[in-house]
């Protein structure tokens, strides 16, 4: 067996890695482009319309489900050339209701393979998004007490993660940032010296897709979370 791998932080993205967010919104979309019903453009083309709305909207305001309600809004009055009327904009919310009412799910063996982990590693969570409704699924996720710091932050950039290691008191090269996301998990981390995990998700927002260097020796690709243990495993000395 491979011997484990030199750590001595694990830094934890939220979303689409330790639960199942992205795929709610993904059927707010795909109702919206039904709801939508376009004379002339189709789904594809009003999808692409739509991500351009978002990834500029999360440049100016942020992520969260407002921000997307935002998004949808300015979606519609670009294709009806016109300002959304009230009951427009309340058939957009009963649309979007999911998202509030959606309950954390976990992904299949996060809850143990944290609970080994955690007494092996220091382990932190970083996710970003609005604060508050960060805060809704970490409270509900039912694993804070895994983690030695959960941060919320408005953006994970290579200054986020060299924030995250002063703050922490750790070396880079000591960290391994686990994460679902090429652009917001794993190419920052590397940039800031750190390792990588990438789990991929097939729901990942197509905003933060992004490529990888696949000859990069810092970065490990799995395929399920419960993977984690035979990379990180507790209980062995180094």
Known sequence: MAQPLEAKVLVFDADDTLWENNVVFERVIDDFLSW???????????????????RANAVAHGYGSKVF???????????RER???????RD??????????????LMPGVADTLDALA???????????????QQRKLDA????????????????DVETYRWLAREH?????????????????IRPARA??????????ANTWVLEHDELDPADPGVIELATFGELLPLFRPGVSR
């Open 83 to 89: 300002p959304a009327t009230d009951v427009e904009r």
């Open 141 to 156: 996720c039912g694993l804070l007490h895994h983690f030695g710091a959960a941060h919320i932050v408005p953006e994970k």
């Open 119 to 133: 007494g092996r590693y220091e382990l932190l969570l970083l996710t970003k998004g609005e604060r508050e409704e």
């Open 36 to 54: 939508i019903d376009h004379p002339t453009l189709d789904r594809a083309e009003i999808r692409a319309m739509l991500d351009d709305i978002e």
């Open 169 to 185: 008191g750790f070396d880079p090269a000591a960290g391994w940032m686990i994460g679902n996301s090429p652009k917001s998990d």
């Open 192 to 201: 800031a010296g750190m390792n990588a995990v990438f789990i991929p998700n």
């Open 92 to 105: 957009i919310e009963e649309l979007a209701a999911a998202l509030i009412a959606h309950r954390v799910e």
């Open 69 to 79: 309600l935002r998004s949808l809004g300015e979606c519609l009055e670009r294709l």
